[in-house]
């Protein structure tokens, strides 16, 4: 073959598999930690630039899909919007449920630690409520410079409604702009290793392995719950939707949504990754290009896991006596308060004092529990990403193919 027609290095980069590229990317990062911490330690400034150009152009990326896609919706056409969120407000009780099943089962004590985190959290549900309301209302600049995702999904509903009486040239000019900003997440996305190298290594050679291992049953109700839904819990609510064997569809979003936003840690940049993934699953565009920018903000399974498993957990460090029936009110409670925890760092964590006041316990002491979140956030927060991107696709796939009798 002549030597002009094979692809480049770059080219080969580009179309190989990007989840061999990141297990390569691990496992140089953990080994570059292993024998020269210093340079490991300089290799996080990868890690750091693929963090910021990923929270730069999300919030903009759920901007312009919501709207180019609610514009350019046809009057006619039926979407299964109704269907899918059904399914995420079950999928995300049904979380909490089990996490606090998950809780009684295998009792967690905590060592406290102090903390210095200076973020104020909510203390009562009418403040999350509150907060809510006003984040819809804030100014569409200021939403998308802070990454207020409710903000950006109220704007962008209410320009797309309004934008569907405009021409055709500026709806195609609309989803020209979708589809530009969706090559460029793509790109970032592709460039995935090497961040992912940098953080690893300079993760362990900052912390080593040590910070994870203390907290190590903790980290297995966390994640182990996140297992049930995924492998029991959410095939059970597919199989009920669509009355087929839903292993081969649940395993097809975990390998190729939850992996890519496992070590991305962002749902909302992992929104091209599943519309992608839809696009081959041959679902209704109209309903999958609303459905998942929407569930990147409000399907929040593994964050209501996160709340309610620490919550209790500290409920079981103070010794305090938790009846079954407030245990499921703390459920429904983290269910609906991790609706309003996307887009922002830490955002389910720092909901856990709210939950806590459930049960009086102190502000400060509520906030040393966010401090060990934090620090085992690592994987609970890669897991929690994991669990709540590859569900917004499953859960569109199954409201679609029983719409179609598929």
Same mark, same amino acid.
């Given at each position: +073959?002549?030597?002009?027609?094979?692809?480049?290095?770059?080219?080969?980069y580009m179309n190989?598999?990007?989840?061999?590229?990141? $297990?390569? &990317?691990?496992?140089?990062?953990?080994?570059?930690?292993?024998?020269?911490?210093?340079?490991a330690q300089s %290799?996080?400034?990868?890690?750091?630039?693929?963090?910021? @150009?990923?929270?730069?152009?999300?919030?903009?990326?759920?901007?312009?899909?919501?709207?180019?896609?609610?514009?350019?919706?046809?009057?006619?056409?039926?979407?299964?919007?109704?269907?899918?969120?059904?399914?995420?407000?079950?999928?995300?009780?049904?979380?909490?449920?089990? %996490?606090?099943?998950?809780?009684?089962?295998?009792? #967690?004590?905590?060592?406290?630690?102090?903390?210095?985190?200076?973020? @104020?959290?909510?203390?009562?549900?009418?403040?999350?409520?509150?907060?809510?309301?006003?984040?819809?209302?804030?100014?569409?600049?200021?939403?998308?410079?802070?990454?207020?995702?409710?903000?950006?999904?109220?704007?962008?509903?209410?320009?797309?409604?309004g934008l569907r009486?405009?021409?055709?040239?500026?709806?195609?000019?609309?989803?020209?702009?979708?589809?530009?900003?969706?090559?460029?997440?793509?790109?970032? $996305?592709?460039?995935?290793?090497?961040? $992912?190298?940098?953080?690893? @290594?300079?993760?362990?050679?900052?912390?080593?392995?040590?910070?994870?291992?203390?907290?190590?049953?903790?980290?297995?109700?966390?994640? &182990?719950?996140?297992?049930?839904?995924?492998?029991?819990?959410?095939?059970?609510?597919?199989?009920?939707?669509?009355?087929?064997?839903?292993?081969?569809?649940?395993?097809?979003?975990?390998? /190729?949504? &939850?992996?890519?936003?496992?070590?991305?840690?962002?749902?909302?940049?992992?929104?091209?990754?599943?519309? %992608?993934?839809?696009?081959?699953?041959?679902?209704?565009?109209? #309903?999958?290009?609303?459905?998942?920018? *929407?569930?990147?903000?409000?399907?929040?399974?593994?964050? @209501?896991?996160?709340?309610?498993? *620490?919550?209790?957990?500290?409920?079981?460090?103070?010794?305090?006596?938790?009846?079954?029936?407030?245990?499921?009110?703390?459920?429904?409670?983290?269910?609906?308060?991790?609706?309003?925890?996307?887009?922002?760092?830490?955002?389910?964590? *720092?909901?856990?004092?709210?939950?806590?006041?459930?049960?009086?316990?102190?502000? /400060?002491?509520? +906030?040393?529990?966010?401090?060990?979140?934090?620090?085992?956030?690592?994987?609970?927060?890669?897991?929690?990403?994991?669990?709540?991107?590859?569900?917004?696709?499953?859960?569109?796939? %199954?409201?679609?193919?029983?719409?179609?009798?598929?």
């Amino acid at each position: +073959m002549d030597s002009t027609s094979r692809p480049s290095l770059f080219q080969r980069y580009m179309n190989g598999s990007l989840v061999l590229q990141i $297990i390569i &990317g691990i496992v140089c990062g953990i080994a570059i930690a292993s024998f020269s911490p210093s340079a490991a330690q300089s %290799a996080g400034l990868l890690g750091s630039l693929f963090v910021k @150009a990923l929270k730069a152009i999300a919030p903009l990326l759920v901007f312009v899909l919501v709207m180019a896609s609610i514009a350019n919706h046809k009057q006619n056409e039926q979407t299964f919007i109704k269907p899918v969120l059904v399914l995420y407000l079950i999928g995300t009780l049904l979380a909490s449920l089990t %996490a606090v099943m998950a809780s009684f089962a295998f009792p #967690t004590s905590l060592s406290l630690v102090t903390s210095d985190i200076s973020q @104020a959290a909510p203390k009562g549900v009418s403040e999350v409520l509150t907060t809510l309301l006003y984040n819809m209302v804030d100014n569409p600049v200021n939403a998308l410079v802070n990454g207020n995702y409710i903000g950006i999904l109220t704007w962008a509903v209410g320009l797309g409604l309004g934008l569907r009486h405009a021409s055709e040239a500026t709806k195609a000019l609309l989803q020209n702009m979708a589809d530009s900003v969706t090559t460029v997440v793509g790109f970032v $996305i592709r460039l995935a290793p090497f961040g $992912i190298f940098g953080l690893v @290594a300079n993760t362990i050679a900052t912390t080593g392995f040590e910070a994870l291992l203390g907290y190590s049953h903790l980290l297995t109700v966390l994640i &182990g719950a996140m297992l049930v839904i995924a492998l029991v819990t959410n095939p059970l609510l597919v199989f009920l939707a669509t009355k087929k064997n839903p292993y081969p569809l649940v395993f097809k979003c975990l390998k /190729e949504s &939850g992996i890519t936003a496992f070590f991305t840690r962002s749902s909302a940049a992992n929104i091209p990754v599943n519309m %992608a993934l839809c696009k081959r699953l041959k679902l209704d565009e109209d #309903t999958y290009s609303v459905s998942i920018p *929407l569930g990147a903000t409000i399907n929040m399974a593994g964050a @209501a896991i996160t709340i309610t498993v *620490l919550t209790l957990a500290a409920v079981n460090t103070l010794g305090i006596s938790v009846d079954f029936p407030t245990a499921v009110l703390l459920s429904v409670i983290a269910a609906v308060s991790a609706c309003g925890s996307s887009g922002v760092a830490g955002g389910s964590l *720092l909901l856990i004092p709210l939950a806590c006041s459930l049960f009086n316990i102190p502000n /400060e002491v509520a +906030m040393q529990v966010v401090a060990v979140g934090f620090i085992v956030g690592v994987l609970q927060d890669s897991a929690e990403t994991a669990l709540n991107s590859s569900t917004d696709v499953l859960f569109t796939a %199954a409201a679609c193919k029983r719409a179609a009798g598929k």
